[in-house]
């Protein structure tokens, strides 16, 4: 009787678990292609939440790069810059959309260049201490964003 509880148990809660997990859902992935010994590229993704809470990304890694980090890009009078954040938040049953120019994953020190037609894996961290891993494929400058419905 004991092991029927604790195996009800433990389903319930890797259940939870992975729903917990699911609560973001990745969509329209790319990384940039880069031209040979470029030392960066960037990730760009709609991060959907579908729960009733905002869920907050605090960090991304690859294997594809020694240096992952999340940006955003400001303007700042005539000028564009490149900016550093400490986490993108993700409001509760709404989209972020990770796009060139705004918000994004920035990849440094990359392992090799990326070439289009390969994929690379991403995982995100969230504030809550979740973790979810998406494949992105690797796109072209100018071909990353088109998708079709």
């Given at each position: 009787?004991?092991l ?30 880069t ?9 760009f ?24 980090e999340?940006?955003d ?45 390969n994929e ?5 961290e ?13 796109k ?10």
């Open positions: 009787m004991k029927k509880a604790l195996m009800l148990s433990s389903l319930i809660t890797t259940s939870f678990a992975a729903t917990a997990a699911m609560d973001v859902m990745t969509h329209h992935p790319y990384a940039r292609a031209p040979p010994n470029a030392p960066t590229s960037a990730v993704v709609e991060l959907m939440n579908h729960s009733e809470v905002e869920r907050t990304l605090v960090a991304a890694q690859t294997p594809a790069a020694g240096k992952v999340l940006h890009v400001i303007k700042e009078g005539d000028l564009m810059k490149m900016r550093q954040v400490k986490s993108i938040v993700i409001p509760a049953n709404d989209t972020v959309t990770l796009k060139p120019g705004s918000l994004h994953i920035m990849l440094f020190d990359l392992v090799e260049p990326l070439k289009e037609g690379i894996e991403v995982e995100l969230f504030a809550n201490g979740d973790k979810q891993t998406f494949t992105a494929p690797i072209k400058v100018m071909g990353g964003m088109k998708h079709h419905h």
